[in-house]
């Protein structure tokens, strides 16, 4: 019930091309669904988030799709750039409980 | 505006001792939780503060705890450590219990020899 299931483990992007990681959630009770990216070495850093009440968001190149019937979101990274390559976790919450729930993560890698 | 801040950046003990962490969020940030990242198990909750008062834990032996003081910063402890708590571990700190997105520091790198 509190698992979130990412997807692929690793990706290998062309630079100037599209990433796409994908998402999966049982809870239907997560009201709070963001990305973060990580650097070896760093904490994690939000990326972008969304909430279930909206189906697309979008900050510079980086976009959330989100489809609540099939308990699915995902990030896309338009025009990736060899800076992109970091791990990418995508993450929920409860609101009202105060902790994420972590993906797995995907280690992105974008070739020059 | 400074991130959170964690201390030390780099930890080595020993198997059996006992460790505390610390963790200082950002100015005016309320809520304070902290997590343990391992290449196996990823990024696992431990326990979240607010307000001084736990409002939440994760899945972890007693081994582990935290407190939070009245100024925000918070400590975790971790008694009798195991080989297997090596890890990275990470606090973020949110305004209001994560209405409004969570701020990671760059984390405690403890080892357990």
């Known amino acids: 019930q509190q698992q979130v299931k990412q997807s692929p483990q690793s990706l290998i992007v062309q630079k100037g091309g599209i990433s796409i990681i994908n998402c999966a959630y049982e809870?239907?009770?997560?009201?709070?669904f963001p990305w973060y990216q990580q650097f070896p070495g760093k904490g994690p850093a939000l990326l972008i988030a969304?909430?279930?009440?909206?189906s697309e968001k979008k900050e510079g190149r980086f976009t959330i799709s989100f489809n609540k019937s099939a308990k699915q979101f995902s990030l896309h990274i338009m025009d990736s750039q060899p800076g992109d390559s970091a791990t990418y976790f995508c993450?929920?919450?409860?609101?009202?409980?105060?902790?994420?729930?972590f993906g797995k993560g995907t280690k992105l890698s974008v070739k020059p | 505006k400074a991130g959170v801040t964690q201390t030390p950046r780099y930890l080595i003990k020993t198997r059996g001792q006992q460790v505390t962490l610390s963790c200082s969020p950002i100015?005016?940030?309320?809520?304070v939780s902290w997590y343990q990242q391992t290449p196996g198990q990823g990024l696992q909750f431990l326990f979240e503060?607010?307000?001084?008062?736990?409002?939440n834990k994760g899945n972890f032996p007693g081994r582990f705890s935290g407190r939070q003081f009245s100024n925000s910063r918070s400590e975790m402890n971790v008694s009798t450590l195991e080989l297997g708590d090596s890890a990275l571990y990470l606090c973020?700190?949110?305004?209001?219990?994560?209405?409004?997105?969570?701020?990671f520091g760059s984390g405690t790198r403890l080892t357990v020899v």
């Open positions: 973020a700190s949110s305004p209001d219990r994560g209405r409004f997105g969570y701020t």
């Open positions: 809870n239907t009770a997560f009201d709070y």
């Open positions: 969304i909430r279930p009440d909206v």
């Open positions: 993450a929920a919450s409860i609101g009202s409980q105060g902790n994420l729930i």
């Open positions: 100015s005016g940030h309320r809520s």
């Open positions: 503060y607010f307000s001084e008062t736990q409002r």
